[in-house]
């Protein structure tokens, strides 16, 4: 067939179509937000039990695989690690200093008062890592049906974890705070400066986010702890985001950025909350 | 005068059989190679070298049928918007059923060509549009870490497709064993 006969056939006005449909759907899709238009809903929930056994093998293979392929990277970690314990029991000497400093910080953060008023989830499954991204998004096992709200912060016992961004009737989708899609106003505890934490590829791969819009003569250093500064009424103030390892000025020379090393290990994440309200959800604060 | 249809003989009876069963079978294979995909995690998209044999040996209207359905099924794996790889996919199959119906011969080397910058092609324009669009920092990393290792690992997937379609395409078209269209280009249609 020639491709003059082909442009004139039935058959490539029959191909316009469907890609026209399929154009269709996807400006929908994307014009949704959030990717909860009832086509990807549909076909979320369909495949779910596909996604649990898929997940299901692929996490038994590459735990076999990973025994064998890894067994020196183990073993270094543990001579490391026992390294590690034998300096932190030379530690526990100050250990009560330790303690008193943790009170203060928590009396600063007012997490009591402040955590009084959230309303919890019922703890969350994490499901699987979604397919090649490589910022930690995972799949969670509860959805609309369990109460789970879009843009609703995700959080463990030791900080925010990320947002809900797609929603199926009995899972969701959260992304992490180490995605570029993922803006989160912070402020530096120790030295009250103010930024935002925004995911970038680059920190990703290293299990870290980055924290922007520093001022130039920012006074941040290593070990500083970033919380959630609560300013946009989506994240509540004073969640735990992480803490600093790395300082330095943008290329621009205008701005200074921090990484931070995040508060939750949201490589080994096997259960999450996610905060449903607190005192302030929706309202800005100046 | 209305002529009477006269009714089908055993031998377009079992063709048509044939062509079902082996419809049947191209669908099961593509969704077989789905299931990889929802593992999480760097994973193949084996739906891509299905999607192209089944279009370099079936019609045109069922490969841009199964080039929806597999673009659906990578969207749905990836969480990308509904459509986005479909569009690309049906544009693929509907590409390679014209080449292989007038320009390429049908044969491994030309199969994994094929599939090769088919993969290859859309990973740029993934990393084209969400990447380098948007002017994302260390964007590099993506393929180094995601985008290249999954193309590879797609390519491996490429060859257990290939061998499982060849036989079901051989045998429910009836070809002697001998009469490889490996070798001659030409099915027994």
Redesign the interface.
Known sequence: ???RA?FRST?FR??LC??AL?????LY??RQGG?T?V??RA??TA?QP??R???A???SV?RTLDTYFKSKAYRDENARLRDRVAELNGQLIGYDDAVQERDALRDQLKIKEHSADFVLSEPCRV????????TG???IDRGEADGILLNAPVMDSHGLVGVVT?LAADSA?VTTILS?ELSVGVTVLETGEDGIVEG??????DGQT?LIYLDKNSKVREGNLVITAGTTGLFPYGLPVGNITETGIEESGLTAYAAVTPSVDLSSLSSVSVLLDFNGRGVARP | MKMKRKSRTTSEKRTRRRNLLRTCISVLILLLF??????????PLPVIPAVICIAMYEE??FS?FCG?LG???I?????S????N??YL??VA?AVW?LF??LLRRSFLHYICVTAAAVFLRCGLLYFFT?VL?Q????A??WT???LP?SLWTLVTALPVYWLFLPCERFLRGIPAGNDFRLTGRTAE
């Open positions: 067939m020639n491709l082909f058959k029959v191909l469907v890609l399929l154009t269709g759907v996807m899709s994307v990717q238009d086509f990807s076909l979320q495949t596909v996604r056994f898929s997940s093998i692929s996490g590459n499901l699987m890592p979604v397919t090649n991204d490589m998004s995972f799949r797609e989708t570029p970038n590829l680059k920190y990703a791969a980055k | 789905a299931v990889p995909m929802f593992g999480g995690g760097v994973q045109f209207y841009v929806v673009g659906l099924l969207d749905t794996a990836c969480f918007p509904l459509g986005s479909a569009i049906v544009c509907a014209l119906k007038g990447q948007m994302n920092e260390g964007r990393v993506l870490n995601v985008l999954s």
